[in-house]
């Protein structure tokens, strides 16, 4: 199914003051909804994902797996600021006719969220009954959660937090310097920062993997070389595969988003804001996770009322998320168990 545009036509007003005049938002819809509206499953995507949740999360989400079109109806938008279909900064300034380039304004993940909430309501949504994101999908999701709580049936938070670490912060701040130091980033056209983009997907895939990853899939086992090593050609392949893919204003803005995010703000303190979320919620962390350790999601899980919490162990870290689909599986099939539309979910065997 191909990519719709919702469009907005009065000024959409940021968390920080700021407004954006036009404001679109990417998304897909698969399979329909039904007569009691009760079977919408909505997707928050990560950083670099697309709406097209049926390519990025096979396995997990098509015909024949757990979230199956033909007995759903999933839902998924793209962020604001992401070149996907969403207002980012490489589209065109009502107010002054050029590209926002650098004169984008902050984006926040509250921001992210408000804008899907008006396209559910343009969908005729009025229930969800599972929100699923990892990663900074999972911060929109568990933002979902509490400024609209009653709209939420399941709620589920994978490889995620509830506000964004020092250490998370400071991996995206690299990846920011990196792009910056691409002097091209300052030109404002559309492949300006470039070579920048490239530098900070290298340092990013670090942060999404891990030592156990590049052993395993990166070894070299020739004993004699010098130079041209595995493991430096799949960095310079996966920076490389980015830039093709995306652009550095998006990413620069996409960082910012995710720095910003924080649960307790205007909440009172974190604990009071995550005592506030009313879904019945099952947090999954990665044993091998770097970037959001398992100490994020436990933080979680004894935070929310009533939460599950699972944790699972994988050489891919971070990224077991979009990889590990057969674990997850069973994880959240067992935790919906007949939730979803009244029924039990058959899950798939080997």
């Keep these: 199914m191909s990519a719709e545009t919702f469009k907005y036509s009065k000024n959409f007003i940021l968390e920080s003051g700021k407004q954006l005049h036009g404001l679109q938002v990417g998304y897909h819809t698969f399979g329909k909804l039904n007569k009691h509206r009760n079977n919408v499953i909505w997707v928050c995507h990560a950083l670099t994902a697309n709406s097209d949740v049926l390519d990025w999360w096979a396995g997990l989400f098509g015909d024949n797996n757990l979230f199956n079109p033909a007995d759903h109806y999933i839902v998924c938008a793209n962020v604001l600021s992401s070149p996907y279909g969403s207002t980012h900064p490489l589209d065109i300034d009502e107010t002054t006719g050029q590209p926002y380039y650098l004169s984008f304004p902050l984006i926040t993940i509250r921001d992210m969220v408000k804008a899907h909430q008006l396209l559910a309501d343009h969908l005729g949504i009025d229930q969800i009954n599972v929100l699923i994101g990892g990663s900074l999908g999972g911060q929109q999701a568990l933002e979902w959660s509490l400024i609209d709580p009653a709209k939420i049936n399941n709620l589920i938070l994978i490889a995620t937090n ?19 130091a691409d002097r091209t980033f300052y030109s404002n056209t559309p492949d300006g920062g470039a070579k920048g983009l490239k530098a900070a997907r290298s340092i990013a895939l670090l942060s999404y993997r891990g030592y156990a990853t590049y052993h395993t899939t990166q070894k070299h086992d020739e004993h004699d070389k010098l130079e041209n090593y595995k493991a430096a050609s799949y960095q310079n392949y996966q920076g490389e595969k980015l830039v093709k893919r995306f652009n550095a204003y998006s990413y620069w803005y996409l960082s910012k988003a995710m720095d910003s995010h924080n649960v307790g703000r205007n909440r009172g303190s974190v604990e009071e804001a995550l005592a506030q979320v009313k879904s019945k919620t099952l947090v999954i962390g990665i044993k091998s996770d770097i970037l959001f350790p398992v100490a994020e999601q436990q933080y979680l899980a004894a935070h929310i009322p009533d939460a599950s919490y699972v944790e699972f162990d994988s050489i891919y870290g971070h990224d077991s998320f979009l990889i ?27």
């Design 324 to 350: 590990e689909t057969e674990t997850l599986t069973k994880i959240i099939g067992d935790f919906l168990g007949s939730d979803i539309n009244g029924k039990v979910i058959k899950l798939q065997t080997a």
């Design 162 to 180: 509830a506000l964004h670490s020092p250490w998370g912060i400071a991996f995206n701040e690299s990846q920011r310097l990196a792009i910056t």
